[in-house]
């Protein structure tokens, strides 16, 4: 309990700085997707950079309901994002319904596909479900960050370090048909995998 107070105290202060500090570049000021919604699809790993970046699309973040969740949503919560709580675990199928509706309001949502609890790597399936339902383009993103502190957790999640760039990659754009069939999932993930480099984690 403490630890998690301790957490949620630090959390905000920790954030408006790495905003400040961490070189992201300059996003697209025309994307590709241009004003359709997109799922934006990373790594747990790269979770804090890949929030950075989305920030001016005003994405729904698929959000644990973990208490590290809680914490997420509280110091994020200043109105350029939204949120939607649950995994591609327990409660998978609600969340997909959730983020359904995000899309289908026509805003982008946020989403990791590996997860909540790991491996590392081994890539979900609920992210391209989602993009088959709704016909919407999932954009894979990678950060590229300079000499960054890793955290010795089952994500390995890269905290950027302040003063240092972060180039953010933009991997080959996913249209998942309706009619698509396991095969073509199965492809998918191939995809994502290649581009996350973990295939050897699969």
Not at 177 to 181: G, K, L, R, S, V
């Given at each position: 309990m403490f630890l998690q107070r301790l957490k949620l105290a630090l959390a905000p202060g920790a954030w408006w700085f790495l905003k400040k500090t961490v070189d992201l570049g300059e996003a697209?000021?025309?994307p590709e997707w241009g004003d359709h919604p997109v799922i934006f699809a990373c790594l747990h790993r790269d979770i804090i950079p890949a929030i950075m970046f989305v920030r001016?699309?005003?994405p729904a973040l698929l959000v644990s309901n973990s208490p590290d969740g809680e914490i997420l949503v509280k110091t994020l919560g200043d109105g350029n994002y939204r949120f939607v709580r649950g995994a591609?675990?327990?409660d998978g199928g609600r969340?997909?319904?959730l983020?359904?509706?995000e899309l289908v309001a026509g805003h982008c949502v946020g989403v990791a596909v590996d997860g909540p609890e790991g491996p590392f790597g081994s890539i979900r399936e609920g992210v391209l479900h989602l993009a088959r339902m709704t016909g919407v383009a999932v954009i894979p993103l990678v950060a590229k960050a300079s000499r960054p502190l890793v955290l010795d957790t089952w994500d390995r999640t890269v905290i950027p370090v302040p003063f240092r760039r972060v180039?953010?990659?933009i991997g080959p754009t996913l249209r998942i048909?309706?009619?698509?069939?396991d095969v073509d999932i199965t492809e998918s993930i191939r995809i994502l995998a290649e581009f996350y480099d973990v295939q050897e984690e699969l």
């Open positions: 697209p000021s025309e001016p699309w005003r591609t675990g327990t969340a997909l319904v983020l359904r509706r180039e953010m990659e048909p309706h009619d698509a069939q």
